[in-house]
């Protein structure tokens, strides 16, 4: 097996850890999230607007990447991001964000209590 394949092999692994979720009372639902899910085209969407300047947006197109519902269906598009940005609580977005990246946290901590 070649190397890049060994290195697909592993991405798979850590791309099917299962789901976390966060209850988010404000909107009256549960959000769902894949643990390590996202592939580097992805991330870099990110990266380049925190590295603009834009972190609120990034965090609007991280929780938009990532937020499922309880079948595991996006629970937003792409096109809503404008919508979020300019009427959603930021706090809530926030939290639902920093719950993804705190799983993630969790997931890769090899010294587990």
């Known amino acids: 097996m070649s ?10 692994e850590i ?6 979720h966060l209850d988010v009372p404000e909107w009256g639902t549960v959000v769902y999230w894949q643990i390590s899910g996202l592939n580097f085209a992805q991330q870099s969407k990110v990266i380049e607007l925190q590295q603009k300047g834009k972190s609120a947006e990034a965090l609007v197109e991280m929780m ?6 309880a079948d595991s269906k996006k629970m937003f598009r792409l096109v809503e991001k404008q919508e979020i940005m300019r009427e959603v609580d930021p706090n809530v977005i926030l939290k639902i964000v920093t719950a993804m990246g705190d799983s993630e946290l969790e997931e890769s901590d090899p010294v587990k209590s």
């Open 3 to 12: 190397v890049l394949n060994t290195a697909k092999e592993h991405f798979k």
């Open 15 to 20: 791309a099917n850890q299962g789901q976390a």
């Open 64 to 69: 938009i990447m990532r937020a499922l519902d």
